[in-house]
Protein backbone atom coordinates (compact mmCIF):
# COMPACT_ATOMS: atom_id res chain seq x y z
CA UNK A 1 0.00 0.00 0.00
CA UNK A 2 2.68 2.48 0.79
CA UNK A 3 4.18 2.09 -3.00
CA UNK A 4 0.94 2.64 -4.15
CA UNK A 5 0.43 5.66 -2.35
CA UNK A 6 3.97 7.02 -3.24
CA UNK A 7 3.13 6.55 -6.91
CA UNK A 8 -0.32 8.02 -6.64
CA UNK A 9 0.83 11.10 -4.67
CA UNK A 10 3.79 11.84 -6.82
CA UNK A 11 2.66 11.04 -10.38
CA UNK A 12 5.80 9.65 -11.32
CA UNK A 13 7.62 6.29 -10.85
CA UNK A 14 10.82 7.48 -10.88
CA UNK A 15 10.23 10.51 -7.71
CA UNK A 16 7.94 7.55 -6.05
CA UNK A 17 11.08 5.17 -6.13
CA UNK A 18 13.41 8.06 -4.78
CA UNK A 19 10.81 8.47 -1.73
CA UNK A 20 10.81 5.11 -1.26
CA UNK A 21 14.41 4.55 -1.29
CA UNK A 22 14.30 1.82 -3.77
CA UNK A 23 15.08 1.10 -7.90
CA UNK A 24 12.08 2.27 -10.15
CA UNK A 25 12.10 -1.55 -12.04
CA UNK A 26 10.75 -2.87 -8.71
CA UNK A 27 8.36 -0.58 -8.10
CA UNK A 28 6.27 -0.54 -11.69
CA UNK A 29 6.53 -4.38 -11.13
CA UNK A 30 5.00 -4.17 -7.67
CA UNK A 31 2.00 -1.68 -8.93
CA UNK A 32 1.11 -3.92 -12.17
CA UNK A 33 1.13 -6.23 -9.83
CA UNK A 34 -1.40 -5.11 -7.49
CA UNK A 35 -4.05 -3.87 -10.11
CA UNK A 36 -3.33 -7.98 -11.72
CA UNK A 37 -4.38 -8.71 -8.42
CA UNK A 38 -7.45 -6.66 -8.25
CA UNK A 39 -8.93 -7.06 -11.60
CA UNK A 40 -8.63 -3.30 -12.29
CA UNK A 41 -6.45 -0.29 -13.88
CA UNK A 42 -5.50 2.10 -10.81
CA UNK A 43 -3.17 4.44 -12.72
CA UNK A 44 -3.51 5.82 -16.30
CA UNK A 45 -0.09 5.96 -18.02
CA UNK A 46 1.25 7.28 -20.89
CA UNK A 47 4.93 8.60 -21.27
CA UNK A 48 4.37 8.73 -17.28
CA UNK A 49 1.86 8.89 -15.15
CA UNK A 50 -1.37 10.90 -16.21
CA UNK A 51 -3.37 10.36 -13.44
CA UNK A 52 -5.44 7.95 -11.31
CA UNK A 53 -8.61 6.36 -12.37
CA UNK A 54 -11.56 6.78 -10.39
CA UNK A 55 -11.06 2.93 -8.99
CA UNK A 56 -7.24 4.54 -8.46
CA UNK A 57 -8.86 7.37 -6.71
CA UNK A 58 -11.34 5.22 -4.35
CA UNK A 59 -7.93 2.91 -3.72
CA UNK A 60 -5.58 5.83 -2.72
CA UNK A 61 -8.15 7.11 -0.34
CA UNK A 62 -8.66 3.45 1.49
CA UNK A 63 -5.28 2.79 1.40
CA UNK A 64 -4.07 5.61 3.07
CA UNK A 65 -6.45 4.77 5.74
CA UNK A 66 -5.75 1.46 6.40
CA UNK A 67 -2.18 2.67 6.66
CA UNK A 68 -2.82 5.07 9.08
CA UNK A 69 -4.32 2.37 10.91
CA UNK A 70 -2.00 -0.02 10.86
CA UNK A 71 0.01 2.83 11.80
CA UNK A 72 -1.24 3.82 15.25
CA UNK A 73 -1.98 -0.47 15.79
CA UNK A 74 1.81 -0.57 15.49
CA UNK A 75 2.47 2.57 18.02
CA UNK A 76 -0.12 1.24 20.52
CA UNK A 77 1.36 -2.11 20.38
CA UNK A 78 5.00 -0.72 21.44
CA UNK A 79 3.57 1.89 23.42
CA UNK A 80 1.38 -1.11 25.79
CA UNK A 81 4.48 -3.74 25.36
CA UNK A 82 7.27 -1.02 26.38
CA UNK A 83 4.61 -0.01 29.57
CA UNK A 84 3.41 3.64 28.43
CA UNK A 85 -0.06 2.99 27.59
CA UNK A 86 -2.31 0.12 29.30
CA UNK A 87 -4.60 0.18 32.57
CA UNK A 88 -3.83 -0.64 35.91
CA UNK A 89 -6.36 -2.14 38.72
CA UNK A 90 -4.91 -0.98 41.97
CA UNK A 91 -6.40 -1.38 45.76
CA UNK A 92 -5.49 0.14 48.79
CA UNK A 93 -6.82 -0.11 52.10
CA UNK A 94 -8.16 3.11 53.33
CA UNK A 95 -5.46 4.22 55.75
CA UNK A 96 -3.27 3.97 52.37
CA UNK A 97 -4.84 7.59 51.30
CA UNK A 98 -3.53 9.14 54.04
CA UNK A 99 -0.04 8.81 53.76
CA UNK A 100 2.34 7.82 50.51
CA UNK A 101 -0.60 7.14 47.79
CA UNK A 102 -2.09 10.75 46.90
CA UNK A 103 1.50 11.79 45.43
CA UNK A 104 2.59 9.19 44.09
CA UNK A 105 -1.06 8.73 41.92
CA UNK A 106 -0.41 12.77 41.27
CA UNK A 107 2.88 12.18 39.90
CA UNK A 108 1.99 8.80 38.22
CA UNK A 109 -0.82 10.55 36.16
CA UNK A 110 1.62 13.37 35.11
CA UNK A 111 4.44 11.14 34.16
CA UNK A 112 2.08 8.45 32.00
CA UNK A 113 -1.34 10.47 31.18
CA UNK A 114 -1.66 7.47 28.67
CA UNK A 115 -2.17 4.67 31.39
CA UNK A 116 -5.45 4.29 32.82
CA UNK A 117 -5.89 4.13 36.60
CA UNK A 118 -8.79 2.48 38.16
CA UNK A 119 -8.68 2.61 42.09
CA UNK A 120 -10.73 0.12 44.73
CA UNK A 121 -10.61 0.88 48.08
CA UNK A 122 -10.94 -2.55 49.37
CA UNK A 123 -9.90 -4.33 52.83
CA UNK A 124 -7.15 -6.69 52.68
CA UNK A 125 -8.90 -9.56 52.90
CA UNK A 126 -10.75 -8.30 50.05
CA UNK A 127 -7.53 -7.36 47.74
CA UNK A 128 -6.21 -11.11 48.18
CA UNK A 129 -9.22 -12.29 46.64
CA UNK A 130 -9.53 -9.89 44.03
CA UNK A 131 -5.69 -10.55 42.99
CA UNK A 132 -6.25 -14.11 43.03
CA UNK A 133 -9.14 -13.92 40.91
CA UNK A 134 -7.75 -11.94 38.72
CA UNK A 135 -9.99 -8.58 39.00
CA UNK A 136 -6.90 -6.38 40.59
CA UNK A 137 -3.14 -5.95 39.52
CA UNK A 138 -1.75 -4.20 42.62
CA UNK A 139 -3.16 -4.63 45.89
CA UNK A 140 -2.38 -2.28 48.79
CA UNK A 141 -2.39 -3.92 51.85
CA UNK A 142 -1.75 -4.81 55.58
CA UNK A 143 0.76 -7.57 56.97
CA UNK A 144 1.18 -10.48 57.72
CA UNK A 145 -1.05 -12.49 55.77
CA UNK A 146 -1.82 -16.15 56.24
CA UNK A 147 -0.72 -17.67 52.59
CA UNK A 148 1.64 -15.31 50.62
CA UNK A 149 3.44 -17.63 48.60
CA UNK A 150 1.70 -16.87 45.48
CA UNK A 151 2.74 -13.40 45.69
CA UNK A 152 5.16 -10.86 45.34
CA UNK A 153 5.44 -8.34 48.18
CA UNK A 154 7.66 -4.75 48.51
CA UNK A 155 7.52 -2.57 50.95
CA UNK A 156 5.28 0.57 50.04
CA UNK A 157 4.82 2.90 53.32
CA UNK A 158 4.78 2.58 57.37
CA UNK A 159 1.99 4.07 59.90
CA UNK A 160 1.05 3.67 63.37
CA UNK A 161 -2.08 2.86 65.74
CA UNK A 162 -3.46 5.60 67.92
CA UNK A 163 -6.39 6.27 70.32
CA UNK A 164 -10.07 7.77 68.17
CA UNK A 165 -12.47 9.28 70.94
CA UNK A 166 -15.68 11.17 69.84
CA UNK A 167 -14.73 14.82 70.55
CA UNK A 168 -17.46 15.23 73.70
CA UNK A 169 -15.46 12.10 75.59
CA UNK A 170 -15.09 12.73 79.16
CA UNK A 171 -11.69 11.13 78.88
CA UNK A 172 -10.98 13.78 75.67
CA UNK A 173 -11.44 16.45 78.01
CA UNK A 174 -8.70 16.16 81.16
CA UNK A 175 -4.83 14.94 80.35
CA UNK A 176 -4.38 13.08 77.70
CA UNK A 177 -5.56 9.34 78.10
CA UNK A 178 -3.61 6.50 77.75
CA UNK A 179 -4.79 2.95 76.39
CA UNK A 180 -5.03 1.45 79.52
CA UNK A 181 -7.84 3.86 80.32
CA UNK A 182 -10.24 2.77 77.70
CA UNK A 183 -10.60 -0.54 79.52
CA UNK A 184 -13.85 -0.23 80.16
CA UNK A 185 -15.00 1.64 76.88
CA UNK A 186 -17.49 0.24 74.03
CA UNK A 187 -14.78 -0.27 71.03
CA UNK A 188 -15.94 -0.12 67.27
CA UNK A 189 -13.91 -2.17 65.08
CA UNK A 190 -13.87 -4.09 61.46
CA UNK A 191 -14.12 -7.87 61.23
CA UNK A 192 -11.61 -9.90 61.94
CA UNK A 193 -12.01 -11.61 58.49
CA UNK A 194 -11.41 -8.63 56.79
CA UNK A 195 -7.59 -7.83 58.46
CA UNK A 196 -6.81 -10.58 60.45
CA UNK A 197 -2.81 -9.40 60.80
CA UNK A 198 -4.02 -5.52 61.88
CA UNK A 199 -6.94 -7.02 64.03
CA UNK A 200 -4.70 -9.32 66.28
CA UNK A 201 -2.10 -6.45 66.29
CA UNK A 202 -5.19 -4.23 67.72
CA UNK A 203 -5.96 -7.09 70.44
CA UNK A 204 -2.58 -7.25 71.44
CA UNK A 205 -2.12 -3.63 72.40
CA UNK A 206 -5.16 -3.85 74.75
CA UNK A 207 -3.54 -6.92 75.82
CA UNK A 208 -0.18 -5.13 77.06
CA UNK A 209 -2.63 -2.62 78.79
CA UNK A 210 -4.05 -5.38 80.80
CA UNK A 211 -7.78 -5.92 79.22
CA UNK A 212 -9.67 -7.21 76.04
CA UNK A 213 -11.27 -4.72 74.19
CA UNK A 214 -15.52 -4.62 74.24
CA UNK A 215 -16.48 -4.74 70.96
CA UNK A 216 -19.91 -3.51 70.63
CA UNK A 217 -19.87 -2.89 66.73
CA UNK A 218 -18.06 -3.57 63.79
CA UNK A 219 -18.10 -2.13 60.29
CA UNK A 220 -16.57 -2.97 57.14
CA UNK A 221 -13.71 -0.22 56.33
CA UNK A 222 -11.79 2.31 58.24
CA UNK A 223 -14.02 5.40 56.93
CA UNK A 224 -16.83 3.37 58.01
CA UNK A 225 -15.39 2.70 61.71
CA UNK A 226 -14.22 6.23 62.61
CA UNK A 227 -17.86 7.58 61.24
CA UNK A 228 -19.47 5.26 64.07
CA UNK A 229 -16.52 6.65 66.58
CA UNK A 230 -17.65 10.40 65.23
CA UNK A 231 -21.12 9.50 66.10
CA UNK A 232 -20.15 8.75 69.83
CA UNK A 233 -21.08 5.03 69.51
CA UNK A 234 -18.18 4.03 70.47
CA UNK A 235 -14.08 4.50 70.62
CA UNK A 236 -11.36 2.91 68.44
CA UNK A 237 -7.68 1.93 67.61
CA UNK A 238 -6.86 3.46 64.34
CA UNK A 239 -4.09 4.08 61.95
CA UNK A 240 -2.31 7.67 63.05
CA UNK A 241 -2.09 8.67 59.71
CA UNK A 242 -5.99 9.47 59.32
CA UNK A 243 -5.79 11.59 62.09
CA UNK A 244 -7.27 14.03 59.94
CA UNK A 245 -10.57 12.42 59.32
CA UNK A 246 -13.67 14.08 60.74
CA UNK A 247 -11.11 16.12 63.01
CA UNK A 248 -14.02 17.98 63.84
CA UNK A 249 -15.76 15.31 65.35
CA UNK A 250 -13.30 12.67 66.27
CA UNK A 251 -9.76 13.35 68.86
CA UNK A 252 -6.90 11.09 68.46
CA UNK A 253 -4.58 10.06 70.93
CA UNK A 254 -0.95 8.11 70.14
CA UNK A 255 -0.09 4.94 71.62
CA UNK A 256 3.53 4.80 72.60
CA UNK A 257 5.65 2.05 71.79
CA UNK A 258 7.35 0.12 68.96
CA UNK A 259 4.20 -2.39 69.11
CA UNK A 260 1.44 0.13 67.72
CA UNK A 261 3.35 0.59 64.56
CA UNK A 262 3.06 -1.24 61.19
CA UNK A 263 3.47 -1.51 57.51
CA UNK A 264 1.96 -1.36 54.56
CA UNK A 265 3.17 -3.65 51.54
CA UNK A 266 2.39 -3.49 47.73
CA UNK A 267 1.19 -6.96 46.26
CA UNK A 268 1.56 -8.48 43.06
CA UNK A 269 0.13 -11.71 41.23
CA UNK A 270 0.40 -11.24 37.89
CA UNK A 271 2.13 -8.38 35.91
CA UNK A 272 1.78 -6.20 32.47
CA UNK A 273 3.90 -3.70 31.43
CA UNK A 274 1.82 -1.22 32.55
CA UNK A 275 1.51 -2.97 36.35
CA UNK A 276 5.34 -2.20 36.43
CA UNK A 277 5.67 1.29 35.07
CA UNK A 278 3.54 1.78 38.01
CA UNK A 279 5.87 -0.11 40.54
CA UNK A 280 8.92 1.39 39.22
CA UNK A 281 6.88 4.74 39.78
CA UNK A 282 6.00 3.99 43.44
CA UNK A 283 10.22 2.67 44.45
CA UNK A 284 11.11 5.59 42.88
CA UNK A 285 8.74 8.12 44.46
CA UNK A 286 9.75 6.64 47.92
Given at each position: ?22 S ?10 L ?10 R ?12 V ?39 Y ?17 R ?13 A ?19 D ?11 C??L ?25 P ?31 H???S ?17 F ?41
Open positions: MEQYIAVAEERHFHRAAQRLNMQPPLTHAIRREETLGVVLIEGQRVLGLTTAGQFLEEAKRKLEQATHAVSVTRDIADGRTGTVRLGYVGSALGRLPEILSNFRRGFPDILELREATTTAQLALREDRLDIGILIPPLADASLELADFDQDRLMAPVHHPLVMGTEPTLEVLADEPFILWMLEGRGFHLQVFRLCAHAGFVPTVVQEAHGMAVLLVAAGAGVSIVPESMQGRSDRIRYFPIQGLESTFALMLATRKTTPATETFLQAARFHQ
